[in-house]
């Protein structure tokens, strides 16, 4: 595998988590990207969120005294309101370009790290593997969930 900066920097980061067993590292990706493909249509730089109807939508630039990471947060906290049963589930962690590892864990462990995934500066995918639900946190600063 071959490792970004940033992979080795989130690997730091979470090494306590993954000696826990709390993260577990997926080194190939691939057929994650696949099943995403499968429900949600991809375009040019991401997933092509005018084909396809989402739950929720934040723009995290309008407020920019606000640091982005801190918006995420909240707007998850939104997204666990009215989908509390996502909490137990297990999720994927993809990069499309800075990062080329995955992190599987679930979402409730996810709420306590998410800050360290958000400050890369690339699409970022949460992908539910059982609901088939994404989170999507674009370049841009758009958060979608659908």
Known sequence: MNMTEYDIELLNE???EIEKGVVKILEN???FF???ERW?????SGVDWSKKEYIFFFDL???S???VSQKVGEYLQQI??????LLDENLIVLGDGLTNLGFEMKLIDFMKINKLFFVIPQHTYIWFTETKKLINL????????G
């Open 14 to 16: 979470l090494n306590k």
């Open 29 to 31: 990706t691939d057929s």
């Open 34 to 36: 696949d099943d995403i």
């Open 40 to 44: 949600y249509p991809i375009g040019f």
């Open 61 to 63: 630039n309008e407020d």
């Open 65 to 67: 005294k606000v640091l």
């Open 80 to 85: 666990i309101e009215k989908f509390p049963e």
């Open 138 to 145: 674009t370049f841009e600063g758009e958060l979608y969930f």
